[in-house]
T-cell receptor, first 111, second 117 residues
Framework: DQQVKQNSPSLSVQEGRISILNCDYT??????FLWYKKYPAEGPTFLIS?????DKNEDGRFTVFLNKSAKHLSLHIVPSQPGDSAVYFC??????????FGAGTRLTVKP | GAGVSQSPSNKVTEKGKDVELRCDPI?????LYWYRQSLGQGLEFLIY????????KSGLPSDRFSAERTGGSVSTLTIQRTQQEDSAVYLC???????????????FGAGTRLSVL
């Protein structure tokens, strides 16, 4: 069962523009959401997270938005840079061993 | 090194053979997780170790899969009588603390790419 879905397998954006990566979830018990970034031949690395009591969390060029009523979260990267090109995984948790990951979105930022 | 280390990075095996995958977590991390990622899929939880507690094996797909963690540090994931559908990237992660309800960040290794011919 895919409780966390990333419906866009890929996204291409011009350098300097905004990248928006989307994620939908089905389990209303999820209360903590994370984004991980993965480069080829490396493991995923933590990028940013948000608790369900918030609707926005910002860290530099990265902002995560949470819409609980729609069970939707998004990651905004602005301005996008070529080094941001990677696979981005959305994850949601209702407890530490209930972490569920999406299938990932491959972001390509073109110079 | 300071990160999570997994070995081997790649493993090619024949159907029916057993394989062992190794994970060295970050020193001091008490929680250790195994995931696998099949082609086009998200990370699938397999098993979770926390300190000396009994592991959560709820994600293991069959009894051909087992894992142990010796001395609260290194972990080995064993797949017996491998099948072609076992082909995937197996990822290990560790974190400082674990437990239902705690908000922790998992640090991942680079994974082992298993190919079963």
């Amino acid at each position: 069962d895919q409780q966390v879905k990333q419906n866009s397998p890929s996204l291409s954006v011009q350098e300097g523009r905004i990248s928006i990566l989307n994620c939908d979830y089905t389990n209303s018990m999820f209360d903590y959401f994370l984004w991980y970034k993965k480069y080829p031949a490396e493991g995923p690395t933590f990028l940013i997270s948000i608790s369900s009591i918030k609707d926005k969390n910002e860290d530099g060029r990265f902002t995560v938005f949470l819409n609980k009523s729609a069970k939707h979260l998004s990651l905004h990267i602005v301005p996008s840079q070529p080094g941001d090109s990677a696979v981005y995984f959305c994850a949601a948790s209702a407890g530490i061993n209930d972490m569920r990951f999406g299938a990932g979105t491959r972001l390509t930022v073109k110079p | 090194g300071a990160g999570v280390s997994q070995s081997p990075s790649n493993k090619v095996t024949e159907k029916g053979k057993d394989v062992e995958l190794r994970c060295d977590p970050i020193s001091g991390h008490t929680a250790l997780y195994w995931y696998r990622q099949s082609l086009g899929q998200g990370l699938e939880f397999l098993i979770y170790f926390q300190g000396n507690s009994a592991p959560d094996k709820s994600g293991l797909p069959s009894d051909r899969f087992s894992a142990e963690r010796t001395g609260g540090s290194v972990s080995t994931l064993t797949i017996q009588r491998t099948q072609q559908e076992d082909s995937a990237v197996y990822l290990c992660a560790s974190s400082r603390v674990g437990g239902r309800g705690s908000k922790v960040i998992q640090y991942f290794g680079a994974g082992t790419r298993l190919s079963v011919l």
